[in-house]
């Protein structure tokens, strides 16, 4: 009998290896549910911020985590919560809406391990759950839909395993759980590094903290646990010599890509899964026909979406769900958050967030773009000015030193130098609309609210306070004075007056006296 059994044993171990992962057949799909371990406090992180909720390439470390679990389509999601719970919640449930599917959440009063985690995790899943059970942590944010898709596959192959371990070869395993194999390659257990002793610290395959379990076995492995290790916690890991014991098969994925399972738990590894993720963002748009002048100082996180022929000069940042349609140029040096960029637009030294730029716009150089502002096709928001909650008609140009806030400007229209929109009465913001085809002179104040008709010219330094109807011309003409020889009389001595007094000479010199009544001074 003893050695029946351990014939079967074999047998079913040495389905663990690549090389005879063709012989295995797959069983049927059985229900799914994901277990995300974020009740910790990530102590080494230093923050006031729970380390889940720190963010790389445009997502928490958490919402990486539910978006790789999602993309599995499992029956439940449970993220486990513990330190500040509430703002773990809070940030579950707008992951949840975001992701347009129910996230479920189970509380761990006291962290008391991963397997203490893991049981309260299951609490909150139906009592009556049979099929597998995946188990991630919060802080491995390279973790991916298809890495997940490939564990349950080899999870699903027959026979089924009471537990699937994801692991990989790394080249300075400190810290992590090793894996400790017999001398036929079949995984015995997970030591701890607190529990490691000289030789298993060695071990260079690693635990990645990511598990397919079958349900039942779980609940039964996990009633056995104890707290007999340096750390005093109940170990999710020593779920696996629990089950080889239990004579159940123990199966292990192992992981070319040992940065997919890279852990965060400082902020010097999160830099670097963060450079990484980000090195792989851009591979992925350069083999999509984006070209990327300077990849290594180019941030674009995972929600941006570019097409063919987008060129991104050096030092761009493009974060959220900014877009960038066909042939445009992004940069040099633009930050852009939620930002619609159309074909063949320019955009140049700018930062902004929540506006669209249309189709052949340009922006910049220096320009700010507030939320609401809208610029339409073959637009042009020039150097030095600033938008917010302002549409732009197609044509019309702002070309330079500007701030343009609560404003519609119709089409073809110019904006002259220097204009200010003054939308602000110290209580209140009001809107001020321009019509198409105006021409509007420098250092033109608009006084909001306002209206200012088709076709309008206004002259330079005019204040508008009142509506323009269509086809008038405007000025403000608060008299211009001069004062004769002012700079002589009262800055004799200076450059000025010495530049003054030979202009004077040379002009004396060459032409009659040219004085005249209306030039005096009054
Ligand atoms: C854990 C594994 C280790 C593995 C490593 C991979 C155990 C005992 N060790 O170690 O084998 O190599 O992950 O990154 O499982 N958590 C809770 N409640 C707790 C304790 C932890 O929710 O009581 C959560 C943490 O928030 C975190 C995850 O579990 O998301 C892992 O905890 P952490 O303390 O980072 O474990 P490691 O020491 O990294
Ligand atoms: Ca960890």
């Not at 973790?143 to 537990?163: F, K």
């Not at 109940?234 to 997919?260: E, K, N």
């Not at 010097?268 to 748009?285: K, S």
């Not at 204040?463 to 004075?481: C, E, F, H, M, N």
Request: net charge negative.
């Amino acid at each position: 009998r003893v050695s029946f059994t351990m014939m079967k044993k074999r047998k079913m171990e040495e389905i663990i290896f690549p090389s005879a992962e063709g012989f295995m057949s797959k069983t049927a799909a059985s229900p799914i549910a994901f277990i995300i371990l974020a009740a910790g406090l990530g102590t080494r992180m230093k923050s006031s911020t729970p380390k889940m909720l720190h963010e790389l390439c445009g997502r928490s470390m958490l919402s990486h985590a539910v978006h790789a679990a999602a993309g599995v389509s499992p029956h439940h999601i449970v993220v486990v919560t513990g330190h500040q719970r509430e703002r773990v919640q809070q940030a579950v449930a707008d992951i949840a809406e975001e992701l347009n599917r129910p996230v479920l959440t189970a509380v761990q009063e006291e962290q008391n391990g991963t397997g203490h985690a893991v049981m309260c995790g299951l609490s909150a899943l139906p009592e009556d759950f049979t099929g597998t059970i995946l188990v991630t942590t919060s802080d491995v944010p390279m973790l991916d839909s298809a890495t997940l898709h490939d564990l349950l596959d080899v999870h699903d192959q027959h026979p089924r395993p009471a537990v699937t371990v994801l692991t990989a070869t790394v080249p300075d395993p400190t810290g992590y759980g090793r894996i400790v194999r017999n001398s036929n390659g079949e995984v015995l257990s997970i030591v701890e590094q607190a529990d490691a002793s000289e030789d298993e610290k060695v071990i260079n395959e690693v635990n990645s903290g990511v598990y397919a379990f079958d349900a039942t076995q779980l609940r039964r492995s996990l009633e056995l646990l104890d707290t007999n290790n340096e750390q005093g916690e109940l170990y999710l890991t020593d779920v696996i010599s629990i089950a080889r014991q239990a004579d159940r098969p123990v199966r292990a994925h192992r992981l070319d890509d040992a940065f997919v399972v890279a852990g965060v738990n400082n902020r010097v590894q999160m830099a670097e899964v963060a450079a990484e993720m980000n090195r792989r963002i851009l591979t992925h748009w350069m083999t999509e026909g984006v070209t990327i002048v300077d990849p290594l100082n180019t941030w674009i996180d995972v929600d941006v979406e570019l097409s063919r022929d987008v060129t991104i000069l050096p030092g761009c940042q493009l974060h959220g769900t900014t877009t960038v349609a066909e042939g445009a140029t992004i940069g040099p040096d633009c930050s852009l958050t939620n930002i619609t960029v159309g074909r063949d637009a320019e955009v140049v030294r700018a930062h902004g967030s929540d506006a669209v730029i249309g189709d052949g716009a340009t922006v910049g150089p220096w320009a700010y773009l507030r939320p609401g502002t809208n610029l339409g096709p073959e637009s042009k928001m020039g150097t030095f000015t600033e938008m917010k909650n302002a549409t732009i008609g197609r044509g019309t140009k702002v070309p330079h030193l500007s701030y343009v806030g609560d404003a519609t400007v119709g089409e073809y229209s110019n904006i002259g130098a220097a204009s200010v929109f003054v939308n602000y009465d110290g209580v209140h913001k009001h809107h001020t609309t321009i019509g198409s085809h105006v021409r509007m002179g420098s250092d033109t104040m608009y006084v909001a609210p306002v209206t200012v008709g088709d076709g309008v010219y206004s002259g330079a330094g005019t204040v508008i306070r009142r509506d323009v109807p269509p086809g008038a011309l405007t000025y403000s003409d608060a008299p211009q004075r001069i004062v004769k020889d002012w700079v002589l009389d009262h800055r004799a001595g200076t450059a000025a007056a010495t530049a003054a007094t030979q202009a004077q000479a040379e002009t004396a010199a060459t032409e009659p006296d040219n004085d005249s009544a209306e030039n005096s001074a009054e």
